[in-house]
């Protein structure tokens, strides 16, 4: 066997691997002796047909397999060998026009195309100005994060008559032209109707005011969104809602509304922890903390976004383009994408390849590494963050209970690991760019903050 490379310039080369039948024979040989004692063939015993008829049969298929692995193997141990640096994947040559016939060929030669890796350097200065923006606490956003939590920590409280807001349960029964509660009629108990969502204005005036036990007439239709809502309520099909009888009473069994929490000192402890909060201003200075360190991580991504602009204009990535045009073609056997979306694409994906090895190289000269326990940390965070979305205080749980339950939801799964470890090696990348560059900082509202990234739609 024998690995030929051609460099064709800085960013491409070809490799050639030429196979004799001495480089696969063996293989193919050990393979048709392992078919020979498993395969089945009228008028032989298991194991005792020729080896010859073996051959016949399975011959080519066999020398196809060995062939591509052998290929396959001595390819990759090349490129670890030579210590290449790729993009992408190798991918076969164009210049190999002849196809290969399997059935008649002794040798084999197989060409096959590498996109190299650009040599970069990534000098990072102060004279390298990235826009920074710190949210400001200001008092919608203040707002916004204590009617979360009084949100979230609200009760549906049962109330004696129907008003604004209000959510009914009753049963609907279908009437007959005299208003009598028809047989084998529509029929639909503890069925549910939200004040907010009704949109027949005459209804819903018709329904304030209406206590348990009343009875209210009127076309269910004009109370719900779609046909699809109707006959979920009602229990039927939803064909059948668009020639329903509009003949029905609704007999009220049930009124609740939602109350928000109360600014008080249970709330305080809900979302604090007991004793942490002892009064509104301490409440909300404790907001105001979060808020700056939630924003905290949201400018560090908006940093990432503007970061990665900056950087793949300045430096300027030099990339194997047609190769990567091809190869990704090759990959992109489910999408299939149009020679035309692909056009449209391919710049999007070239700056993302671009971001990646800048972000890798800034990575290598600054000795960036993950450890898994810092994924580990960052699963446990992450767990947390749930765990208080579902209205759990912080700290309800001790360490070994968050390990448990980050080993569960994350650790357990190889893509979520990776993710993680993405994750936390961009943070380290970015944290680098902080410090390395002039962060020119900009103080915005979060309506602001958000607008930014609605302009990058």
């Known amino acids: 066997m024998e690995v030929i490379k051609e460099q064709i310039d800085d960013l491409n080369a070809s490799v050639t691997i030429q196979l004799t039948e001495e480089d696969y024979k063996p293989k193919v040989d050990s393979a048709l002796k392992d078919i020979k004692k498993k395969v089945n063939m009228p008028g032989f015993r298991p194991g005792m047909v020729p080896i010859g008829l073996v051959k016949k049969m399975y011959g080519t298929s066999v020398i196809v397999d060995e062939v591509n692995k052998l290929v396959s193997e001595s390819l990759n141990k090349y490129i670890t060998d030579e210590k290449l640096e790729i993009i992408g994947e190798p991918i076969p040559s164009e ?54 939590y009084t949100g979230k920590y609200g009760q549906v409280k049962e109330i004696d008559e129907v008003e604004d807001k209000a959510f009914i349960k009753g049963d609907f029964i279908e009437l007959d032209e005299e208003g009598n509660e028809k047989e084998e009629g529509i029929r639909s108990e503890m069925a549910p109707i939200s004040l907010d969502h009704i949109k027949d204005e005459e209804i819903k005036k018709e329904l304030i005011g209406k206590k348990k036990g009343d009875e209210v007439k009127f076309d269910p239709r004009k109370i719900f969104s779609g046909n699809a809502e109707a006959a979920s309520v009602l229990k039927i099909k939803e064909e059948e809602v668009e020639n329903l009888n509009p003949n029905f009473k609704y007999i009220i069994k049930e009124i609740t509304k939602f109350e928000e929490a109360e600014l008080n000192q249970e709330l305080f402890d809900k979302v604090f922890g007991e004793g942490e ?117 912080a700290g309800s749980f001790g360490k070994e209970q968050l390990e448990q339950y980050a080993t569960d939801m994350f650790l357990k799964k190889e893509d979520e690991v990776r993710r993680l470890y993405d994750q936390k090696y961009l943070e380290k990348v970015i944290d680098v760019i902080k410090e390395s560059v002039k962060l020119d900082e900009k103080e915005i509202t979060n309506e602001e903050f958000s607008k930014l990234f609605e302009d990058n739609k």
Request: aromatic share 12%; hydrophobic share 35%; charged share 40%.
């Open 95 to 148: 210049k190999q026009k002849t196809p290969i016939d399997f059935d008649n060929q002794k040798e084999f030669e197989f060409i096959f195309d590498l996109g190299l890796r650009p040599e970069i350097e990534i000098n990072l200065n102060k004279r390298i100005k990235i826009p920074y923006y710190i949210i400001k606490p200001d008092e919608d956003l203040i707002e916004q994060y204590i009617k979360s």
């Open 277 to 393: 909060v002892k009064s509104e201003e301490e409440f909300r200075e404790k907001i105001i903390e979060e808020i700056k360190e939630n924003s905290k991580a949201d400018s560090d991504y908006r940093l990432g976004i503007d970061a990665k602009e900056k950087l793949v204009a300045k430096f300027d990535v030099s990339l194997p383009e047609e190769f990567l045009k091809r190869w990704l073609k090759l990959r992109d056997e489910e999408n299939k994408l149009s020679d035309e979306e692909f056009e449209k694409e391919f710049p999007k994906i070239l700056k993302d390849l671009k971001w990646q090895l800048i972000s890798s190289q800034i990575a290598k000269d600054n000795d960036i590494k993950v450890e898994y326990d810092e994924v580990k940390e960052l699963a446990m965070k992450y767990v947390e963050m749930q765990f208080i979305q579902y209205g759990l205080p």
